[in-house]
């Protein structure tokens, strides 16, 4: 997993991810105990109802369920970590962006477009590796996380390369059911009004209602911004760092269709499910401007003892800044 060398399931940690599931329990038991319950119990004289009841017991159920398997995966996944490969160990080769005799070296290092500000790869001292492309050191996993977006403690997890779609799909999936609550909800709650019921069973009933507007909403809005960060192949790290400095920062955006497929994976009729992951090893991501090269045009230039002879990047290193620089 990304915990490295340190405790995952401390009590720290446990209570966002226990929190969660309380509210996750309060709303489904709410809304089976005083909606879908008290429809099988009404007097099925008007035909509807019973229909209307099914209807609503296989959506919702459905929906949970899926959301319960986005969230398990979210949490369980590895977010992806640096391999502990010679590539991006201190063995390995450093590779530069000058030009002259400085740099007719043998380049054995994997290509790298985000570099310190001296031209270097950047180096995390903490885990004695090199970093990839939009890779970051997490403090609470103490490990370099492939892609990272955040740190997510509802999750206890990174969110990252290999779990990012499963993440995304669980703010997706958490939305949708509030979202077919409240609606399906309101009816039941409007009804009791007009009826004979105890307290307790009211404030029940109005309380898990309330609470699913509120994570609607507040889920909406993450979900809306989620989805334009990947639509621009941003992640939420990239999208605080770059926007303040643009000049010299590298993007990744290969246009809407290629953006959203290194998120939900490849197969477009599965990007809703918690399945098919992206391809790829989290390690090498094209520049913006740039398409994929073959294999062996890929090998020949990284073997290349003479960089002029190689083709040229389109895209500028990014550098990284001095803070970055001593990491």
């Not at 005083?34 to 004289?45: G, P, Q, S, V």
């Not at 502990?84 to 063995?91: A, C």
């Amino acid at each position: 997993m990304a915990f490295r060398h340190t405790s995952r399931w401390t009590f720290t940690n446990v209570l966002p991810v226990a929190f969660v599931l309380g509210i996750i329990a309060i709303i489904w038991l709410t809304y089976v105990g005083f909606h879908l319950l008290r429809i099988h119990r009404i007097d099925e004289a008007d035909p509807k109802l019973p229909q209307m009841n099914l209807v609503e017991v296989l959506v919702s159920q459905g929906l949970a369920l899926v959301m319960m398997v986005c969230f398990v995966r979210a949490v369980m996944t590895d977010p992806g970590k640096v391999p502990d490969t010679e590539d991006w160990t201190r063995n390995s080769g450093n590779r530069r962006r000058g030009r002259g005799a400085a740099v007719e070296e043998v380049v054995i290092s994997p290509l790298c477009h985000e570099v310190k500000q001296n031209g270097d790869r950047r180096f995390c001292n903490k885990c004695a590796k090199y970093k990839p492309d939009r890779c970051h050191h997490c403090r609470v996993c103490n490990s370099c996380v492939l892609r990272m977006d955040h740190h997510c403690p509802w999750i206890a997890n990174c969110v990252g390369f290999r779990n990012h779609k499963y993440f995304f799909l669980l703010v997706f999936y958490c939305f949708l059911n509030c979202l077919f609550i409240v609606v399906s909800m309101a009816s039941t709650v409007l009804a009791s009004t007009n009826e004979e019921m105890d307290i307790t069973s009211r404030f029940a009933m109005v309380f898990g209602l309330t609470l699913a507007v509120i994570m609607g909403g507040l889920l909406g809005s993450f979900f809306t911004f989620h989805c334009w960060l990947n639509s621009q192949a941003l992640t939420t790290i990239e999208f605080c760092e770059k926007t303040s400095n643009m000049s010299r920062a590298v993007f990744y955006d290969q246009g809407l269709f290629e953006n959203l497929r290194a998120v939900l994976g490849p197969h477009v009729l599965l990007w809703l499910l918690p399945v098919s992951p992206p391809l790829g090893d989290g390690l090498t991501f094209l520049p913006q401007g740039e398409s994929k090269v073959p294999a062996s045009d890929m090998g020949d230039t990284l073997l290349s003892s003479k960089p002029e002879e190689s083709e040229a990047p389109t895209a500028a290193p990014e550098v990284t800044g001095a803070k970055e620089a001593s990491v």
